[in-house]
């Protein structure tokens, strides 16, 4: 059964397949997405998330997540964190500047466009995969099949 490190292990291997700089956060800041993470799949009314706590404060004595999640549910926070870690970075390169822009020196020419369509598509593939696990988890209690 997983517990608070193997999520906060799958979610640090989630982003550094994406972005390096959102890999180097701090346990607490990963928990603290987790936590919102959390909340999200509750209100999309994802069973079994209303009776996980999560306490990002290692002072606290109910530090991490509680109880230890099932695998279906730690795959889900980990995907759920993920993807809302990686938009907000995506959108502050964009911001910034970073991403999405494209300038000409001499006979050189840089672009990040790609870049920026690469980073796009790896957030669209961690939101496609916790989607599945959604439909997964209710097509049988539903009786049909997703279209």
Known sequence: MPNTQTVLGRLRRLIEEVDEVTSSLTDEELLTAIGDARDTLELRKISGMDTLAVQPDQSQANY?????????????????AAGELLEREFRGRVLRGELGTSWQSGVEME?????ARLYADAIGNIRGLLETLI???????????PQ
């Open 111 to 115: 672009s990040t466009i790609t870049a």
């Open 64 to 80: 991490g997540i509680t109880p230890d999640p099932t695998l279906e549910q730690a795959e889900m926070l980990a995907l759920q």
């Open 135 to 145: 439909l997964l988890k209710f097509a049988p209690s539903t009786g049909t099949r």
